[in-house]
T-cell receptor
Framework: SQELEQSPQSLIVQEGKNLTINCTSSKTLYGLYWYKQKYGEGLIFLMM?????EEKSHEKITAKLDEKKQQSSLHITASQPSHAGIYLC???????????FGTGTRLTIIP | DTGVSQDPRHKITKRGQNVTFRCDPISEHNRLYWYRQTLGQGPEFLTY????????KSRLLSDRFSAERPKGSFSTLEIQRTEQGDSAMYLC?????????????FGQGTRLTVV
């Protein structure tokens, strides 16, 4: 089965600083999803990457998928308190309809 | 359409009792998923439906768990004879179809506490 490893597990960043979260897969990714979760709430879709080398941006968040399609990164520029939460990467396997999630990265933004 | 709706948001039950959760997906989404999330972990897949057909069940779904989607719209997840280990957030998601270019939309979850 596919396993996703996220790093770091937790991150404390001063407001205004940049940060990067990584997601590494044990198998080739056919679709990589990034979600954000506030504590005790549901998941909010951020971005989906499909092609090797693909990069997508939304506001101050940029996600990339490497050429080998086994690693993705999520980069936040000029972090804000609203960015705080748990970031989860999820992978869809070819021919498989379910998502496998990483354990998440807990992001804390300090003034 | 207000998105995926789950009810209740919170449930506290005594060990041994049965509980039932409901999920209303986004209308016209023919795929519906149930996940379970424990503290500090990512969501784990439980089962999914395409319309009213239950197409896959995780080994996490013991015989105390049953899920239905009778008319291909809302779904229910029932846990019989609850155990403390069942305490978790139960998340529902729906999608028109889950392929590599379509995301699943999640509800706010039902947090179950078994005491």
């Amino acid at each position: 089965s596919q396993e996703l490893e996220q790093s770091p597990q937790s991150l404390i960043v001063q407001e205004g600083k940049n940060l990067t979260i990584n997601c590494t897969s044990s198998k080739t990714l056919y679709g990589l999803y990034w979600y954000k979760q506030k504590y005790g709430e549901g998941l909010i879709f951020l971005m989906m990457l499909q092609k090797g080398g693909e990069e997508k941006s939304h506001e101050k968040i940029t996600a990339k998928l490497d050429e080998k399609k086994q690693q993705s990164s999520l980069h936040i520029t000029a972090s804000q308190p609203s960015h705080a939460g748990i970031y989860l990467c999820g992978a869809a396997q070819f021919g498989n309809e379910k998502l496998t999630f990483g354990t998440g990265t807990r992001l804390t933004i300090i003034p | 359409d207000t998105g995926v709706s789950q009810d209740p948001r919170h449930k506290i039950t005594k060990r041994g009792q049965n509980v039932t959760f409901r999920c209303d997906p986004i209308s016209e989404h023919n795929r519906l998923y149930w996940y379970r999330q424990t503290l500090g972990q990512g969501p784990e897949f439980l089962t999914y439906f395409q319309n009213e057909a239950q197409l896959e069940k995780s080994r996490l779904l013991s015989d105390r768990f049953s899920a239905e989607r009778p008319k291909g719209s809302f779904s229910t997840l029932e846990i019989q004879r609850t155990e403390q280990g069942d305490s978790a957030m139960y998340l529902c998601a729906s999608s028109p179809f889950l392929q590599v270019n379509t995301e699943a939309f999640f509800g706010q979850g039902t947090r179950l506490t078994v005491v």
